[in-house]
């Protein structure tokens, strides 16, 4: 660096960094991790403040940009450096497939799990190596990855069908930041590492990995849960609640299949393609879209089959409350509890049962106990305003006097047998 505080010439560094480059590894480059953790002898990327106007009057921090490869690209680290960045849909191939050239991988301004600028890294596209095919949903499909050449931790890397320039992509990255990125992590919503963009401009999300499947694949392999695992799980959903709430974000979407376990026992929130954001960031409540275009019919609460319907904060959390209802009622079933478990429902048939029937609740002839059944009738209250609020669950007596280590052990228990 000069007396000036500017960089040397661009020549003179791309000169130093390729021979370096090739020294360390002449197919991929230098290597980005040691033993699953980021190497620090990674080359600094950090070229120089490339001052946007904006910047150099001051109103926003300085980014700084790599030129491993162009066209450049610019990453931050995640504090500590433990978190790698993720890459595009494209930055890994199955085993004999060539990986492509590299491409511009940029990040939004505060991507979830970067709030720090602890420093810059360029992740090449054949640094993620595919593991294995995991699923793919209504907003996009899911792989297993880990860093090539490491013994690291795996990642599920989420890359979404719609393109970040949408209105939703931009709602999508905020809804991300607030609910499982940026601050401290909940231990009852998947985190989100990193966000980054796909050649098409989609968003590629490095998420958590929850080894143990849904607890969909739990219902599926062994019907409906106890009490005391169904407490526990009740608690974690509505902790989780609790934390996208405070944040400004409705879920919108929570169902067995959103729920992700572990193979240590934990059940965390996932999927927040359909997820809405009801306040601002300076604290000035709005009105979200919860209406049937988004989410899953069989777990939606009346008011949202209204045309174009909208709410604020206290409806979008009501909304989330219903869906928790009866999502618990499921799980204690091992079915839908809208419609008998015979029938193969449609979306008229739904809208007929949740609009105009009577709530769903615990059959009478099923073994509960009180607890449960109050717990499940104050979720799935048809008018919002005398639904349960999310911290008048959590002070319920099916969960606030659970038997917390019982509980924990039988939800474990079974989470394991059924992997």
């Not at 590299?102 to 090449?124: S, T, Y």
Request: aromatic residues 6%; proline residues 10%.
């Amino acid at each position: 660096m000069t007396t000036d505080g500017s960089f040397l010439p661009w020549s003179l560094l791309q000169v130093a960094f390729q021979l370096r480059s090739l020294l360390l590894s002449p197919t991929l480059g230098p290597p980005l991790a040691v033993a699953g953790r980021w190497s620090p002898w990674t080359p600094v990327l950090a070229c120089g403040p490339l001052k946007t106007e904006q910047e150099r009057a001051g109103r926003v921090r300085p980014s700084y940009s790599c030129f491993w490869k162009k066209p450049l690209a610019r990453v931050r680290m995640a504090p500590g450096g433990t978190m790698p960045p993720c890459a595009p849909h494209l930055m890994f191939r199955r085993p004999g497939l060539a990986a492509p050239a590299p491409h511009a991988v940029v990040p939004p301004p505060a991507a979830a799990g970067m709030d720090k600028e602890d420093g810059e890294r360029r992740l090449r596209l054949s640094d993620l190596e595919w593991l294995a095919d995991l699923g793919e949903g209504a907003s996009g499909v899911v792989t297993k990855v880990r860093l090539r050449g490491t013994a690291g931790p795996a990642f599920a890397l989420k890359v979404a069908h719609y393109p970040d320039d949408t209105d939703a992509g931009r709602e999508q990255d905020e809804v991300l930041r607030r609910a499982c990125g940026a601050g401290p992590p909940s231990p009852y919503v998947v985190r989100c590492h990193a966000v980054l963009r796909g050649e098409g401009g989609e968003p590629a999300c490095l998420l958590e990995l929850m080894d143990a499947g849904s607890l969909h694949d739990v219902l599926r392999r062994r019907g409906g849960l106890p009490e005391p695992a169904l407490a526990e799980v009740a608690a974690r959903c509505a902790l989780g609640l609790a934390h996208l709430h405070a944040r400004g974000v409705a879920h919108l979407d929570l169902k067995p299949d959103n729920l992700l376990a572990s193979a240590r026992g934990d059940v965390k929130i996932a999927d927040f393609g359909v997820s809405r954001i009801f306040s601002r960031a300076d604290g000035h409540q709005r009105s979200t879209r919860v209406s049937v275009a988004v989410g899953t019919t069989a777990y939606m609460s009346p008011e949202r089959f209204a045309p174009n319907a909208q709410a604020g904060p206290r409806g979008a959390c009501a909304a989330d409350v219903w869906s928790l209802g009866v999502t618990v009622l499921e799980l204690f079933l091992g079915h839908r509890p809208v419609l008998p478990a015979e029938r193969t429902p449609s979306w008229k048939m739904l809208k007929e049962a949740i609009c105009y029937g009577d709530p769903p609740s615990v059959p009478d002839s099923a073994s509960a106990s009180a607890e449960l059944r109050g717990f499940v009738a104050a979720c799935v209250q048809k008018d919002p305003r005398r639904r349960a609020t999310v911290p008048q669950l959590l002070a319920h007596p099916f969960v606030a006097r659970r038997d917390v280590e019982a509980s924990r052990r039988a939800l474990l228990e079974i989470i394991v047998e059924t992997i």
